[in-house]
């Protein structure tokens, strides 16, 4: 099982092509917004949409279970909810950057966005069904299915009766105050603050709970980390330490290539980890680093603001953005290897030309 | 002025994939909607989304008129509105399959959606300014502004007075029942039914009426059908006959191919033209063409709904669909040659495995 495609250099083929048109970045332009306006969020969807009749739509909770429960949208939304702002970030992001790269979506750095969900706790839901001795693992399963690496599935992924039970895991119902659209999981999704997207499993019809781990393609094979095709490190969990800034000026339409007027310009941005709050952003231009000013974190959950005023002289720059941790982790200048491409969180780099 | 790029061939660059990635098809799966779901209509921002304050923003209509207006987005909204559902496509859709192709945004097939567009008919409006003597053409202006091929503009086009008073012609400020979000034009945008996309100047802010053509980049150089790079044919207009499936089955995640079960399968999809009612449907089975059922046209400018059963028999199958207008117009087997990539409407092909 899960045989992988050989590694690509250089330009990108019809089937990574085919990949990004179907499913989408956030412009960059967007970080201005807290909150990713509806329709720019970004996207990933394994197979299909899967076509869902919410009234007939049922979640079902099993397995090592107390007692098992079985709800429909509506009961869902009768208990109490809770909504709150999230940044999901893809574990590829950044993918395209990597050399050489593996034959996935190829996400330049625009795999993450910011939304406020509408739920019910996944926690609350769990102290209703009470979980039996041995439950170990709660698997979270979509409605999403089709073929990876020559295995036919339905996307699903797993975390433990603790990360379950943490304050922020949601299974949300709405996004950004309007009913969960059919691309982001509708009628049900799980969100799971801090951790790459591929955790918050989208068109969930079923949670069950397990002895011992999960071992489906989602969880035990794809979404680790790897240096050679024979290895498995870590799994992708919490977010790396990032930060994007809104390139200035305009763009050219095909080389977005950006002109910016002379003088003292304002560059924005917005930087996150889920390791905890952003200690500190820099913007880099041609090299010099300068401090720019960071919001506090006032969404547990969400990317932070930051702004740094740049005097813009002419000439070609090379601006960048480097944010920090409150663990002291720090992006790198340069792509980190990763086999799969995960986990890049290499700073952003933008060209710019600043005219008279 | 505007210097073409050099053509392509074979795989894609890292600023087709850009604009693929902050560009976006509609999947097609969401074939299978009348109205394509909010945040999945198909999107083409030629240069950055402005930010624009609706409270702040006026629409400036003048030029040779008898009365210049300038109206709040109040002001629209308390004039009679019209809803109606319009199929918009890209000039450009389907450009990744012509070769060589000219390098801009890299569309396979996706790029056309259908929404239900809310507003004030442009004819109304023009009727209060009252066109004066000499006003050949009106001008609409967006807030979108950047380089292309060398020259800064702001998106523009222009329509006949005509063309610019034909029923239908709709100033939109709400999309699908929403008031209209950024990316898609907000506050305010043109909807041009049956034409090309780039006739729907999105973030409208001016429309001018002008003696003889508008001579502005994005009318009067791009967007015009060209066999070689000295010559300029006829401009991008009406919608060229169109069709395309749901592909059936179940994909593999990187290759998109399909797999079916064999027997019957109900195979569905869409099909347009600008010229008027779509007259036929084919279904291509390995060569052999199997006629579909066509769904009459309920909505003028909207695409028609067509469907056909499948015997699916085990093996390898190249889908295809054709469809034909009420004027005779049938879809092309192989892309017409353009050296911008407009126009391509070559029949869709689908790879699926019928297995037992």
């Known amino acids: 099982m899960s045989a992988r495609r050989p590694p690509l250099v250089g330009r990108y083929t019809l089937e990574e092509l085919a990949l990004a048109a179907r499913n989408r970045g956030m412009p960059l332009e967007a970080l201005r917004d807290d909150v990713t306006p509806s329709g720019l969020h970004y996207l990933l969807v394994h197979f299909d949409i899967p076509p869902v009749d919410a009234a007939s739509w049922r979640l079902r909770i099993g397995g090592r279970v107390q007692r098992a429960l079985e709800l429909g949208l509506e009961e869902l939304q009768r208990l109490p909810a809770r909504t709150q702002r999230v940044t999901l970030e893809c574990a590829g992001n950044g993918r395209a950057q990597v050399s050489p790269r593996y034959p996935s979506v190829p996400w330049i750095e625009e795999g993450v966005s910011t939304a406020e ?15 039996a ?61 801090r951790w790459y997207g591929m955790a918050s499993v989208k068109w969930l019809h079923a949670i069950e709970a397990i002895e011992g781990s999960f071992d489906g393609l989602q969880q035990a094979s794809s979404y680790h980390f790897r240096t050679t095709p024979g290895e498995k490190l870590a799994p992708c969990t919490l ?91 720090c992006q790198p200048l340069a792509p980190p290897w990763d086999l799969s491409g995960f986990g890049n969180n290499a700073v952003q780099r933008v060209h710019v030309l600043v005219v008279e």
Chains 1, 2 share one sequence.
């Open 133 to 193: 001795a041995g439950a170990g693992e709660l698997v979270f399963r979509g409605l999403d299915r089709g073929f990876d690496r020559g295995v036919e599935h339905e996307f699903a992924r797993s975390l433990t009766v603790a990360e379950s039970m943490r304050e922020g895991v949601l299974l949300a119902y709405a996004m950004n105050g309007a009913p969960l659209p059919p691309q982001h999981g509708a009628p049900l999704r799980l969100v799971v603050p």
């Open 239 to 329: 977010m790396r330490v990032n930060s994007l800034m809104t390139p200035p000026g305009i763009p050219d339409f095909y080389s977005r290539r950006r002109t910016v007027q002379a003088g003292r310009v304002v560059i924005a941005g917005r930087a996150w980890s889920g390791a905890g709050a952003i200690a500190r952003v820099e913007l880099g231009d041609n090299g010099t680093w300068l401090p720019a000013q960071v919001e506090p974190a006032a969404h547990g959950f969400a990317w932070q603001k930051w702004h740094a005023v740049w005097d813009a002289a002419p000439g070609a720059h090379e601006l960048a953005c480097r944010a920090t941790d409150e663990r002291g982790e």
């Open 117 to 131: 969900w509408t739920g019910v706790p996944l926690a609350a839901l769990l102290e209703r069904a009470g979980l």
